[in-house]
């Protein structure tokens, strides 16, 4: 069985989150989602995320790709979830190109091509100038 692992935020739940895990799902048999808690992304300066960690984790599910969901809590715990979970592939978009190729001693690493022109700061901003 190939499991496949993929981190996000997931806030304010848009196209681009879907095909990504759809795309997720697609690279294995398992998928693993490992949601962002909230002082995780305090922590790495994103300061602007609107939905509650429970509304997150919900969108995920809801999608239907995704076989378990865990909180990524920490700098440094992909390696130790990928250990943990014995992952066979990390996937992430491409806005992330490089930025994990150190994890590619312990599993491959596969960037795909983020979805254009949605985002959650172009929700959040949109919904603000209505
Ligand atoms: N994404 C995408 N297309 C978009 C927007 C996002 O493919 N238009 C992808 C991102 O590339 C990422 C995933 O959706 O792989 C989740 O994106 P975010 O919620 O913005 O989370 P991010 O800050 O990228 O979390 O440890 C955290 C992760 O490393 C990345």
Redesign the pocket.
Known sequence: MRKVI??????LF????Y???KRAKEQGDYLIV?V?SES??IE?G?LSVQDSLTQRIENVKNTGFVDEIII?EYLG??IRDIIKYDIDVL??????RG??DHLKQYCEVVY?????????TQIREQSSNN
Do not use: A, C, M, P
Not at 6 to 11: A, E, H, I, Q, V
Not at 14 to 17: A, E, F, I, R, Y
């Open positions: 993929t981190y996000g935020t997931f806030d848009h196209q681009g989150h095909n990504i895990l490992g962002t995780y992304d790495r994103k990524e715990q992909k996937v992430i978009g491409d806005d992330w930025r994990f795909l091509e983020r979805t254009k022109n949605i985002s959650s």
